[in-house]
C-alpha cells in the first residue's frame, strides 16, 4: 500500500545515493511542489542544500513574504533571495506568443539559477566546489505532458521538465516525478512542511506571464495582481478554498470593451475567473460558484481596479480548455 512514509525513505536513500557529498541548490517558488522537493532534499543531505527564491516578479500579492515567513521559519532552510523582475520584464517585452513566453521564463529562470549556484559557492567560500545538482518539484502529470511519460503529447512546455537551455550546468534531482499532487501534500505534512504551504492551490512556475494574454507589462501586472488579490480573498472568505482546485484570474491584455462609471465612458480590459474542481489537474471541470460569490468579486474589481471595466467567467472544462490560458 502507498504510504508517504515509505516515499519519503525510499527518496531520501535515492538522493543521499544521487548527491553525494556535492551541494545542491533549489528554487523556491512557494508553492506545495517545490516546498516540499525541498523539505524532503534536506531531510537527505541537510545543509548541502541552499534554496533560492527567484523573485520574477511574476508573482501575486503575499508571496514573496510567504516563502520567506512560513516556509523559511517552519524548516529553517537556507535561502537567498534574487530580485529578478528587471530581467524578466526586459526579457518578456513585446512578447505575446504563449510558448515564447513560457521559453523565456523558462530559459531565464535557470540563467538566474547559475547566477545565484556561483554566488552560494563563493558565499561558502568553498573555492573550487560546485553546485552540481538543481531540485526540481516535477510531478507526474508535469512529466506525462511534456512528453516524458508513454504515448505523451508535448502539449505544453511546462518549463520544469522542457525548455532547459543546451549549457544547463546542473543534474537535476526530481524527488516527486512519480507523484501526484495528494500524495504530495501527504509527504509534505508527514515532513512537517506548514499546512498553509501544502494545502495551497496550484500555481504555475511561469506565473502571472501566462495569466497575461498578450504583452506582459508592469503596469498590467499591477492590473491582475489586484484582480486576482480580490478574487482569492472573497473565495477564501466564502470557505471555498479546498472545494476548487484552482482558479486562474486571467488579463485579456490586448482586448477592450466599452463600460460606464459614473458620467463616464469607459474603455478597459476584461477579468477572466477560471475557477476549476480537478482531481490531477490531467482533466478539470468549471466549478458552479454561488452567484454571490461571482457578484462580490464582480462588484469589487471593477470598483477597485480601474483598468478593468468588465468580469466574466470561464465555463469551460479541461478537455476541450486547458486549466490556464496559455
Ligand atoms: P493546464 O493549463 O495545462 O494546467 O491545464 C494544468 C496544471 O498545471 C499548471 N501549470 C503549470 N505548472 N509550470 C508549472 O509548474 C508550468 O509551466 C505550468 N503550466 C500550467 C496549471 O496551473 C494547472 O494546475
Redesign the pocket.
Known sequence: DWNPGNVIAEQVERIRAQVGDARVICGLSGGV?SSVAAALVQRAVGDQLTCVFVDHGLLRAGEAEQVEQDFVAATGVQLKVVDARERFLTALAGVSDPETK?KIIGREFIRVFEDAAREVVEDAGAHGDTVKFLVQGTLY??VV?SGGGEGAAN??S???VGGLPDDLQFELVEPLRTLFKDEVRAVGLELGVPEVIVWRQ?????GLG?RIVGEVTAERLETLRAADAIAREELTRAGLDREI??C?VVLLGDVRSVGVQGDGRTYGHPIVLRPVSSED?MT?DWTRLPYDVLATISTRITNEVPEVNRVVLDVTS?PPG???WE
Open positions: 511542489d513560457r502529470p508535469d505532458e502539449i505544453k511546462h518549463h520544469n496550484p500555481f504555475p512556475g511561469p501566462i482546485w484552482q486562474p489537474a478539470a479541461k486547458t486549466i490556464e
